[in-house]
């Protein structure tokens, strides 16, 4: 089935620090959403990037789609504790359904 | 924002037994509704594609006469899983995507399943 790989597994940093998680598939995506998941709840939807080289700002997260569209990066800038979760990529190749990528948990030291 | 419900929210069953799993979305009509299994600390795998009127699709390695799939009604979405061993312990989550722009995917709260 399709694939889209994600990195880092895991991320540790203190409070203030920057963060980015980085996906990636090897075939061209039709687009890609992005998802948070909180520790015992259920992944909520964050955005979507559709056109290649796409940049969409939400507050301190910054969220990128590859000129090629088979990668995508989710940057957070100063991060809260409020931010603790796990962000997950979902790609989407084609008809209307999303593989998700393994997810990144951050992790934020107060 | 939408609303997507899932009952039950736990369940614990004997092995050899069958578990109904439903999803509803409350204030939206879904055609499609997508099932995931998520093991713990682990990414979501798709297992079906969910469509109302129609068969289920089942993604490669999904055993459909395990996971028995009903999309009923413009607004449910049901799951048996048939026969249950531990093995199929796991988190039942679905969710349905609300047409429009960002085709976004509003995820139900998600079941555990436990088979003893």
Same mark, same amino acid.
């Given at each position: 089935g399709q694939q889209v790989m994600q990195i880092p597994q895991y991320q540790h940093v203190q409070e203030g620090e920057d963060f980015t998680t980085y996906c990636n598939s090897s075939t061209t995506l039709s687009n890609i959403q992005w998802y948070k998941q909180r520790p015992g709840g259920h992944p909520v939807f964050l955005i979507q990037l559709v056109k290649s080289g796409e940049v969409k700002k939400q507050k301190r997260l910054t969220f990128q789609f590859g000129e090629a569209k088979k990668n995508s990066s989710l940057h957070i800038t100063a #991060?809260? #504790? #409020?931010?603790?979760g796990t962000y997950f990529c979902a790609g989407r190749y084609n008809f209307n359904k999303f593989y998700f990528g393994s997810g990144t948990k951050l992790n934020v030291k107060p | 924002g939408a609303v997507v419900s899932q009952h039950p929210s736990w369940v614990i069953c004997k092995s050899g037994t069958s578990v109904k799993i439903e999803c509803r979305s409350l204030d939206f009509q879904a055609t499609t509704m997508f099932w995931y299994r998520q093991f713990p600390k682990q990414s979501l795998m798709l297992m079906a594609t969910s469509n109302e009127g129609s068969k289920a699709t089942y993604e490669q390695g999904v055993e459909k006469d395990k996971f028995l799939i009903n999309? +009923?009604?413009?607004t449910l979405s049901t799951l048996t899983v048939t026969s +249950?061993?531990?093995?199929?312990?796991s988190f039942y989550i679905c969710s349905a995507p609300r047409s429009g722009i960002a085709y976004e995917q509003y995820f139900g709260p998600g079941t555990r399943l436990t088979v003893t």
């Open positions: #991060t809260q #504790t #409020t931010d603790v | 999309h +009923a009604s413009l +249950a061993h531990p093995e199929d312990s």
